[in-house]
Each structure stands twice: as structure tokens, then as C-alpha cells.
């Protein structure tokens, strides 16, 4: 299967922060898979903008670094570097001061679509917004994308909101959740909209339960301080796992448009049950030996009340899936990396092999990472004359294997979105709305853990999360999966 390059139009995105990790690590090598792809065509250009003074070489050396270093092995023509570098800009400009834009009004052509990404700190957003207005680059050609942490509450988060619309209509605004970017998320809507045999089946009469698990096995790393004033709760669940959880639990949009989209997975937000006490479990990891230090220790504050894990059960209350459980559960330093949806259908509602044939489900679950794909559990006969004995055996749709060779050139969720942002395709960035509502529902829960002073439960190293977590499934008779690569 060949996968379709089709070039966008000519564009100069602006970095912001474009020496920065994030630039580093996944714009840069993202734009450049794309150059590579043959998707940015003629004279675009991308401008690295920040404090530091660079030349242009000196940020072009930069840029050759990061791909060397990130681009994840992707092979192009002998020359492509080269030629790409020539696309390669670098202003000089502080986002509080008044130098370097007038530079890079000058720079920014206005007969093209211009982009502005805005991988700074949050707090820069509104000032960045102001700018871009005073020196007649926000018209309305201009796009900015704005990066997560999409504020730490419902209030910050209007501030930001309150802030870029001072200067920029909704549908200038791109804000990134990197999981809406993964080829699987879309296969999800493709799966669950393009095919006659799931949706009917789509909804509390036919699922069990559902399970959304984002499991990381690093800690917390260098950057404890930062994520020690924010814990899982702020930096996955709000963000990555809703967004995961709208999609899976969204009606059929009448339009696959951005409109469309949001206006579903907002309902899904809204429609929310508070999550009580009794079904969330937070957990902080132990030390695992004397290598790899404690969440306490990685954060430097041996009373830090921040949970490293979360566990909790998410009630949907409408006509789809009310009594249908969504079960959700993301950590640092557990068993193993994945990220996966797994949608556990009811039994049969009568066995006719018998007691001896054992309980059997379907479970359709879609992996995220690693290796992005579905299997679809099905329910046979064990193979053998030893009578009717059944086994469930998956349909493994891994994208590597059904698209062959071109599932290396499945380009990752930078390269997506930031085309995207150069399509003007809002469908899968996060609108103002959802992002707010998305607080409205976390609020309550983090105020009531802090009012109490809640001490995260914990956790060893490499597990599976706290004890807890399994009682919260075990209760319900029900189980989590394995947390398996
Ligand atoms: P970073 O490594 O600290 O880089 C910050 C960048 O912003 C640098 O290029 C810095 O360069 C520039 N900058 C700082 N203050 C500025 C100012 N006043 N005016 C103009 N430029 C300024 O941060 P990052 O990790 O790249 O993160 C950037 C944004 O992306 C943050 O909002 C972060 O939360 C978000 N994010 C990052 C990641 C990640 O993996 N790194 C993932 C998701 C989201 P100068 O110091 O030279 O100005």
C-alpha cells in the first residue's frame, strides 16, 4: 500500500522557542521527514526565533544536530539536508521586549500562509499574541499553534483563552494534544465510522467496560520541578487520556470536520460524572534500588503530595453509555511503555458449549504505542479432536505488517498536525471550549485531594501501580490488562 504525499501550499512558520527541547527534539526532525517526504514544496521557510543570538549558520548547525540526532533513522536523497537547510531562518526577538520584530515582520511574507508556534512557556502566550497584533502579523492568514500545558486549571485556562482571542478568531487557534496526531487515534474514527460491523455494538447494551492505560517507565527525570507542580492528573488525563476518551465515546459526527468533531467530544466532556473518592487511587513510586531514586527523592521534596500515577472510574451519563465504566490509569516508572484502548465486550448471553468451555469476551484493543495497530479478540475452537473447547485468538491488524514496507513512512504526530496547521484542518487540534470543559471536570477532583491533603498510596518501581488500582477493578469483578509492550 502506497501511502499519498500531497504538498501543501507555501507557508513560513515562525518557532517560537525554536531553539528550545521541544523544537529540538520533534518540530524540527518533523519538518524535516516532511521536506524529506516531498510535502514542502517551493520557497517555504521556517524561522527559528528566541532570546539567544544565533546567526543563521549557527542555527542551521543547530538544525542539522537535531535531525542527526532525532530523526529516527528516515532515509532521503544525498543532498536533502542540504537543500532543506536553505529553507532555515533565525530572528533574534524576546517575546516581553520590543527587538527583533520589526526583523521578522519584515521577514514574513504577507501573500502566504503564515504560522506561528508558540513552543515557549505558557505564560508567553498572551504577550506573544500581542506582538504578533502590534507589528500587523495577525491577520487573519495568520495561524498560531499553542503548545500543553494548556493551563494548570479552569481559570488559567481561560486567562489563555482570554488572551490569544484578544488578537486571534477561534479558527486561527491550533492547540497540540500530540495523541490526536497518532495514526491509530484516527484509525479509531476510521474503525468506528467507516465500517458497518462496530457501531451497532458501540454502546452499554453490547460493552462491558472500556480501559484506557498510558504507562510510561521512566521517572520523572530533570524535569521533577516542573512536573511535581503539575502530577498525572494535569499533565495526561486532562489533556492525552480525555481526548483518547472522547473519541471512543463520541457520537457519530455528521461531518468528518472540525466543527463536527469537536462539537461531539465536547458533549462527551460534558456529559462526565464527577469522579467520587472511592473510585480514584493516586500513587507516588518507590526507589528501585539505589540507581533509580523514589518520586520523593526525583522531585527533592520528601512531602510532596503530587501523584506520579492515577488510577479512576469514569461514568458517562447518557443514553449510550450509561452503566458502561470507562476505566482509566496512567504512571511513570511502571512495567513496561504502552499505551493502549482496550474495548471489553459483554459475554454471550448464554453458553451454548457449557460450563467446561469457559468464559470468553471480545476485546478490541487499540494500541497507541508501541507498535500502533488493532487486534480484534474473536472467540474459536481450540484446534483438536478433544472435544469443543473454545480459545480466544486475536486479528492483529498492526499497521507495520497490513502496510508493509510503507508503514515506515506513517509520518508521526508532529508531522501530521503541523501539516495540518498549513491545511488550515482544525479536526484534530483541541478547541477553547473542550479544553475548558476538560477543567471544569478535573477542578473539583484535584481541589478535594488537596483540601484533604491526600497522601498518594505507593507504588514499587516496574509494577503495575498501587494495590489500590487492582482493587479498584477487582470490586467491580473485573480486571485491568497486562501493561505489556
Ligand atoms: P525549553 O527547552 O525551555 O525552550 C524554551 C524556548 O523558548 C527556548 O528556545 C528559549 O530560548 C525560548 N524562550 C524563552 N523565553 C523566551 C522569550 N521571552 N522570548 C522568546 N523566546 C523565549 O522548553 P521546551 O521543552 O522546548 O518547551 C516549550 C513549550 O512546549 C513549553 O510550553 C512546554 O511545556 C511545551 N512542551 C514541551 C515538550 C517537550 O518534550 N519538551 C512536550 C510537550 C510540551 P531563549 O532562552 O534563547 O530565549
Known amino acids: 500500500m502506497v501511502s499519498r504525499v500531497i504538498p501543501v501550499d507555501e507557508f513560513d512558520l515562525v518557532i517560537f522557542g525554536g531553539t528550545g527541547d521541544l523544537a529540538r527534539r520533534k518540530i524540527l526532525p518533523a519538518l524535516f521527514r516532511r521536506f524529506c517526504a516531498g510535502q514542502m514544496e517551493g520557497k517555504s521557510r521556517i524561522i527559528g526565533a528566541a532570546r539567544s543570538d544565533h546567526s543563521t549558520q549557527e542555527f542551521r548547525d543547530f538544525v542539522t544536530e537535531s535531525i542527526r540526532e532525532f530523526n529516527g ?141 498510558v504507562s510510561e517507565t521512566v521517572g520523572v527525570g530533570g524535569r521533577g520541578e516542573y512536573y511535581d507542580k503539575s502530577g498525572a492528573m494535569r499533565d495526561m488525563v486532562q489533556n492525552h487520556l480525555m481526548q483518547l476518551l ?17 462539537d461531539e467530544k465536547l458533549k462527551v466532556i460534558r456529559a462526565l460524572d464527577p469522579v467520587p473518592q472511592d473510585d480514584l487511587v493516586r500513587g507516588q513510586y518507590l526507589a528501585d534500588g539505589p540507581e533509580k531514586e ?8 520528601t512531602s510532596s503530595l503530587t501523584e506520579s500515577y492515577i488510577a479512576m ?18 504512571g511513570k516508572r511502571l512495567k513496561a511503555r504502552t499505551s493502549e484502548i482496550a474495548v ?37 475452537k481450540e484446534p ?39 491545511r488550515g484542518n482544525q479536526t484534530l487540534f483541541m478547541r477553547g471550549d473542550e479544553v475548558e470543559a476538560a477543567w471544569a471536570w478535573a477542578d473539583p477532583m484535584i481541589e ?22 487492582l482493587m479498584l477493578m477487582h470490586r467491580d469483578g473485573r480486571r485491568w490488562r497486562e501493561i505489556r509492550t
Open 294 to 301: 523514589s518520586y520523593l527523592q526525583d522531585v527533592g521534596d
Open 73 to 213: 533513522g528516515t532515509h532521503c536523497e544525498d543532498g536533502t539536508l542540504e537543500s532543506f537547510l536553505t529553507h532555515i531562518d533565525y530572528v533574534q526577538i524576546d517575546a516581553l521586549g520590543t527587538d527583533g520584530w520589526a526583523e521578522l515582520a519584515e521577514k514574513v511574507e504577507e501573500k502566504r500562509i503564515r504560522a506561528f508556534y508558540f513552543s515557549v512557556a505558557p505564560s508567553l502566550f498572551g504577550a506573544l499574541a500581542e506582538r504578533l497584533h502590534e507589528h500587523g502579523m495577525a491577520d487573519s492568514d495568520t495561524r498560531i499553534v499553542v503548545e500543553k500545558p494548556f493551563g494548570r486549571d479552569l481559570a488559567s485556562a481561560k486567562v489563555l483563552n482570554a488572551g490569544l482571542a484578544q488578537h486571534f478568531d477561534e479558527s486561527q487557534i491550533y492547540r497540540i494534544d500530540h495523541y490526536l496526531g497518532k495514526e491509530t487515534v484516527q484509525n479509531l474514527m476510521a474503525v468506528r465510522f467507516g465500517n458497518m460491523l462496530f457501531e451497532p455494538l458501540w454502546n452499554s447494551q453490547y460493552i462491558d467496560h472500556i480501559q484506557i492505560t
Open 448 to 469: 478535594g485531594w488537596e483540601d484533604r491533603g491526600d497522601k498518594p498510596k505507593t507504588y514499587e518501581s516496574g509494577s503495575t501501580g498501587p494495590e489500590e488500582a
Open 344 to 380: 471489553v465486550f459483554k459475554e454471550t448471553p448464554h453458553s451454548i458449549f457449557g460450563p467446561e468451555s469457559g468464559n470468553h469476551r471480545n476485546i478490541l484493543t487499540i494500541r497507541l504505542q508501541p507498535n500502533e495497530g488493532m487486534e480484534l479478540g474473536v472467540t474459536i
Open 246 to 262: 472522547c473519541l471512543i465515546a463520541m457520537e457519530p459526527p455528521a461531518k468528518f470536520d472540525p466543527a463536527a468533531v469537536r
Open 313 to 330: 472510574k469514569v461514568k458517562i451519563s447518557n443514553w449510550r453509555w450509561a452503566g458502561t465504566p470507562f476505566y482509566m490509569r496512567t
Open 384 to 422: 483438536g479432536p478433544g472435544g469443543m473447547r473454545l480459545v480466544d485468538v486475536p486479528l492483529d491488524m498492526t499497521f507495520a505488517d497490513a502496510l508493509g514496507p510503507d508503514a515506515e513512512d506513517v509520518p508521526d504526530a508532529y508531522e501530521r498536525l503541523i501539516m495540518d496547521v498549513i
